[in-house]
Nanobody
Framework: QVQLVESGGGLVQAGRSLRLSCAAS????????MNWYRQAPGKERELVAV???????YYADSVKGRFTISRDDAKNTVYLQMNSLKPEDTAVYYC????????WGKGTLVTVSS
């Protein structure tokens, strides 16, 4: 019933920007804290950004100042604007929400070339 569908990933050169989208159904992004995680090859999945119900945000130190999480309640979509991308940002990016249960999208691959 709850579905999260990521899009917007791709191959970009270092220093450029990319915007990821997470289209949600079965939950209201405005009534839940929404999370972006990423998992790089050989690494554990890590939390990179959170937007809380009141609009406050959290960012991992590795992306602070470069990434911005936002939401559009009318579109029921969460975004992750990624600027000044680095090769270290290469990962599969996942949308996530905890609403009684934990739900994950299938992920979208971001590859940053040097």
């Amino acid at each position: 019933q709850v579905q999260l569908v990521e899009s917007g990933g791709g191959l970009v050169q270092a220093g450029r920007s990319l915007r990821l989208s997470c289209a949600a159904s079965g939950i209201d992004v405005g009534r839940n804290a929404m999370n972006w995680y990423r998992q790089a090859p050989g690494k554990e999945r890590e939390l990179v950004a959170v937007i809380f119900r009141l609009g406050t945000t959290y960012y991992a130190d590795s992306v602070k100042g470069r990434f911005t999480i936002s939401r559009d309640d009318a579109k029921n979509t969460v975004y992750l604007q990624m600027n000044s991308l680095k090769p270290e940002d290469t990962a599969v990016y996942y949308c996530n929400v905890n609403s009684g249960q934990t739900y994950w999208g299938k992920g979208t691959l971001v590859t940053v070339s040097s």
